[in-house]
């Protein structure tokens, strides 16, 4: 006699959870970026624009520090033009050619009429990227809009956009995030090092940071 009550009520959670997951589902945003400043800048001032950028495009000061430390270390002059010879990764975050991401990045850009070799046009897309264009660093969109915590952005980000996983490494190159329970325990390629380069930026740019100040960028939504 209760079995079928039991029945009903799983098959009524599982739809609820149905709906819940496809409301939760959002059109990815393609954010325009005009940067009013030369390619040739020093690192000092890429660093600043890219992290007003993120902060304009709606990301937390810990969230966007987060993607900094990535880049510092993926692309260490921040210079979306980097190659590495002996992957062909390219760009501010290294895209690659698993999953096609590589070739994805330059169709976007080819579409939305973008030069590739752009921080404008790289941020355009992995911003495009997080907010649903791709299903694995969709997961970190919110969280990084909302965090206060740069340290555990820069490991997150690492895990579900970078996904630079590495066969072995230092204890303190181990992933221990909550976004993505299928990478726990891995170890990945400079973990340690993106985290602390994401906790100075939070450290500088909390003491330095001034919205009203920066003109050089221009941020809209299509």
Known sequence: MIAVPIVVITAIVLIALHIKRKSEVKEP????????????????????????????????????CGIMGNIAVE?????????????????????????????????FCKEHKLNWNSIESQLTFAIYELSGGDPIAARLDDFLKETDDPYTAAAEFAAGFERCIADS???????????????????????SKRVNKAMNYYNRFTKEYNPDEGSEINITIE
């Open 169 to 191: 490494g230092k204890a303190a190159d181990v992933y221990a995030g909550a976004l993505y329970p299928e990478f726990y325990k891995s170890h990945y390629q400079g973990l």
């Open 29 to 64: 945003r393609v954010i325009s970026i005009t940067i009013d400043a030369p390619a040739d800048i020093p690192l000092e001032e890429k660093e600043r624009i890219v992290y007003e950028s993120l902060i304009k495009a709606g990301y937390s000061c810990a969230g966007a």
């Open 75 to 107: 692309s260490p002059d921040f210079d979306p033009s980097v190659v590495n010879e002996s992957s062909g990764a390219l760009g501010l975050f290294q895209w690659n050619d698993v999953g096609d991401r590589q070739q994805h990045m330059k169709d």
